[in-house]
């Protein structure tokens, strides 16, 4: 992706809305119509820039191909329970295709494969299932990111240095590897790279990650690096640093962007953030859909890509 791209990406987070947990049935500003394909999208979230960009992105294919966009999604990103009824609502109302990034690997295979069972075609996007039931798998090469993730923070650091990762919630396959990713990348560069945390977790907010980053900060105040896995724990990380007057100090490296955390980036705040294509996720994932239901080829794993933004570029 090149930089003008990023710009798209940036205006789709600050223009695309999205509102909580009622349905979006609107593409092309006609209300669903049951003779055109309805094509459900449940992401993990609907509060975060990232699933705004997703939004935008779906909403776009489904305008090009006149079908009805069914978007649904729990607020907070740890509402298990409200995702899984979410899906079988779906299943229940017998849309034509199944988009969903779940929030746990395990707890969505049931709702998944009762889908399937009804013939209503799934694709997976953003973070994997442990399943095998569904069509298609479109995401983020999300070990690749917490690699190169890693090697930034370890070029900021000049190899040597007390680093910490941040983790973000237990049960995310995405977030899961990134972080497996990133400590890979880390042990590449040797013992000289020393990880002193790596057990925390931020949780799904913003308000969480902050509580959690200051009591990392606390607990390692000689830390020289810090890696964090989301825009939310990101956005949390960036604010403890603030408060303790250490940003810009520590090397600090996170993953996904939206307007305040690249203005951070302009200033030295942050060193460096991965940055995935959520506007292409969705707009493949709805191209996908339809191609399953058309009998057409498709490819069933797709790498949207990821890539280091930083303030030289």
Not at 37 to 60: N, T
Not at 185 to 214: F, H, I, N, W
Not at 292 to 300: P, W
Request: charged share 20%; hydrophobic share 40%; aromatic share 6%.
């Amino acid at each position: 992706m090149n930089l003008p791209r990023l710009f798209v990406l940036v205006a789709c987070l600050l223009f695309a809305t999205c509102s909580g947990s009622r349905q979006d049935t609107t593409t092309n500003g006609i209300n669903a119509d049951h003779k055109r394909r309805r094509i459900a999208l449940v992401p993990k979230g609907d509060s975060h820039s990232f699933w705004h960009s997703m939004h935008a992105g779906a909403a776009k294919a489904a305008y090009e191909l006149d079908a009805d966009l069914l978007w649904q999604g729990p607020l907070k990103e740890d509402d298990q329970k409200m995702q899984v009824e979410t899906v079988n609502g779906f299943v229940k109302q017998r849309v034509d295709a199944l988009i969903l990034a779940p929030l746990d690997a395990q707890a969505l295979v049931p709702p998944v494969q009762a889908a399937t069972q009804q013939k209503i075609p799934v694709v997976i996007i953003d973070s994997d299932l442990r399943s095998s039931v569904h069509q298609a798998f479109i995401a983020t090469d999300n070990r690749l990111g917490g690699r190169i993730s890693a090697k930034r923070l370890c070029e900021q650091l000049g190899g040597r240095g007390k680093v910490a990762l941040l983790r973000y919630a237990k049960g995310s396959a995405s977030t899961t590897a990134r972080e497996a990713g990133f400590l890979d990348g880390l042990r590449a560069y040797g013992p000289k790279m020393e990880l002193v945390s790596d057990k925390m977790y931020a949780g799904v907010t913003v308000e969480q990650a902050t509580t959690a980053a200051t009591r990392l900060l606390t607990k390692h105040p000689d830390l020289n690096g810090v890696f964090t896995p989301t825009e939310t724990s990101t956005q949390g990380m960036l604010q403890a640093l603030r408060t303790r007057g250490k940003a810009g100090r520590v090397k600090f490296v996170g993953f996904d962007s939206n307007p305040l955390l690249l203005n951070a980036l302009q200033k030295g705040e942050i060193h460096g953030l991965a940055v995935q294509d959520p506007f292409a996720m969705g707009y493949e994932s709805v191209k996908t859909a339809i191609a399953i239901l058309n009998k057409q080829g498709y490819e069933k794993r797709l790498d949207t890509g990821v890539f280091m933004v930083t303030k030289d570029n």
